[in-house]
């Protein structure tokens, strides 16, 4: 008895759908239209009616029809959730039935930032694998922008199973100084046509050698960040050039992909290509990211590449350098935290800043100073200084007419008075002004009276 097996339920391919959300991602679905990404349906999801309209995507979702009236999010995310949770059932139904999607669209403005998000959400609470393939933007475009755009990517980032994010600046580094504006905004979504199309064709079943999507799905479900690279190369060695400048590509933004958990892997080129050249791209890929990796690669022929190959990777599942990082700088941070122990076992300072140091508040009882010689005495007081004592005793003698009290003989050594032209310390001696010149007053009294 035969056994026949019903296929009526089956599809032969995964049902493949590419969401581009907001502006930028309206821009990337046009561009993959354009080139030709085949094995994929695609939507357009836009709060702006009339660049949703002129959208060449098969399916059109016009966000919230309420919230904005069409005419845009305002650069404002919260204004581009209201609207697509407005559509919510709009979203729902163009995304049932989905086996994987993608999500791309340009961080910083209002829709894209505040509604992929949401939508792709609602794909993995449909059961499918979710990429978000996202921009951040060019350096010039301010830092607020910027700012929306991580908080973006964060977001979106809690609903995907793997994301990867394109810097824009770093495209600038391969392009001459004199390309056009319009030119280096065609790259980027160049960039994210070849990130769609890589993993894409691997699943979709146009190569020589393809993987089935629930491999696909092990190597990518919930693996968060990825890392994606691009590298071209003709030539001779032009299978290990492709490799190595896939993996320097500049997107990668300096990453290593080693440590990866899961690397896909798309070689395209034309039926030139040899098995050597694939083998030895490969293995200089898997080498480099170590050997514990779960790689799936591709191979697609196209004869428009001529002597040209192209090599796509996507590393997932692993930490980025960053993020390694933190740490080490966590542990730096930790280490700073006994910052006071170290002030408190530093060096004293030096004897001349005691004083300050240790100097009475303005409301503590002053230190006693010493009197002025116009001032009473108390001659048995000890605490008056005795220099101050025998100045006023001599003072007293002066004013009653008294003889003065010679100090103490020197013995041999003569005391030698100054001129009368002679001044101490740069300034007329006060003693010759109080006492008619004296001459003869000895030198250490007027030292003390200087």
């Excluded at 069409?70 to 709009?90: F, H, M």
């Excluded at 993987?211 to 691009?230: P, Q, W």
């Excluded at 003693?431 to 030198?443: E, T, V």
Aim: net charge negative; charged share 20%.
């Amino acid at each position: 008895m035969a056994i026949e097996l019903d296929t009526s339920s089956f599809t032969s391919d995964a049902r493949i759908r590419v969401v581009g959300v907001g502006g930028g991602g309206g821009n990337a679905v046009r561009t993959m239209i354009a080139r030709g990404l085949d094995g994929v349906e695609f939507v357009a999801a836009n709060t702006d009616r009339q660049a949703l309209m002129n959208n060449p995507a098969g399916i059109k979702l016009q966000l919230g029809k309420d919230a904005t009236r069409g005419l845009g999010a305002g650069a404002d995310p919260s204004k581009g959730r209201a609207s697509v949770e407005e559509s919510i059932d709009d979203v729902y139904d163009a995304l049932q039935g989905s086996d994987m999607i993608f999500v791309t669209a340009g961080m910083g403005g209002g829709t894209g930032t505040g509604a992929a998000p949401v939508i792709a959400r609602v794909g993995r609470e449909l059961g499918a694998l979710v990429v978000g393939i996202v921009t951040k933007p060019f350096a010039y475009e301010s830092k607020r922008r910027m700012s929306i755009a991580e908080n973006g990517i964060k977001d979106l980032r809690e609903h995907v199973d793997a994301l990867i994010v394109i810097p824009n600046q770093r495209i600038l580094t391969v392009v001459d100084k004199d390309v056009t504006f319009a030119n280096a905004l065609a790259m980027v979504d160049t960039v994210l046509y070849n990130a769609t199309k890589g993993i894409a064709d691997i699943i979709s079943g146009v190569g020589y050698v393809n993987v089935d999507f629930a491999d696909v799905r092990t190597v990518m479900s919930g693996m968060g960040d990825a890392l994606m690279g691009i590298g071209m190369a003709t030539g001779e060695h032009r299978a290990i050039e492709a490799a190595q400048n896939a993996l320097n590509s500049p997107i990668l933004e300096g990453m290593s992909i080693y440590g990866a958990q899961g690397l896909l892997v798309n070689i395209t080129g034309s039926s030139n290509m040899t098995m050597f050249e694939v083998s030895e791209a490969v293995s200089a890929i898997e080498k480099a990211a170590g050997d514990e990796v779960n790689l799936i690669h591709g191979v697609v022929v196209d004869e428009s590449m001529e002597d040209e190959i192209s090599i796509t990777v996507v590393a997932t599942g692993f930490r980025r350098q960053d993020e390694k990082k933190s740490v080490p700088t966590t542990t730096s941070a930790s280490t700073n935290s006994y910052a006071p122990v170290i002030e408190i076992v530093r060096p004293a300072p030096e004897p001349e800043a005691a004083p300050d140091a240790y100097r009475p508040a303005a409301t503590t009882q002053p230190s006693p100073i010493a009197p002025s010689t116009t001032q009473d005495v108390d001659m048995n007081d000890v605490n008056v200084p005795a220099y101050i004592r025998k100045q006023r005793e001599m003072e007293q003698r002066n004013m009653a007419g008294m003889p003065r009290e010679e100090p103490p003989s020197t013995g041999s050594v003569p005391i030698v008075p100054p001129s009368s032209n002679e001044a101490v310390g740069g300034y007329p001696s006060p003693i010759r002004k109080a006492a008619g010149g004296g001459g003869n007053q000895p030198a250490f009294l007027r030292k003390i009276m200087d």
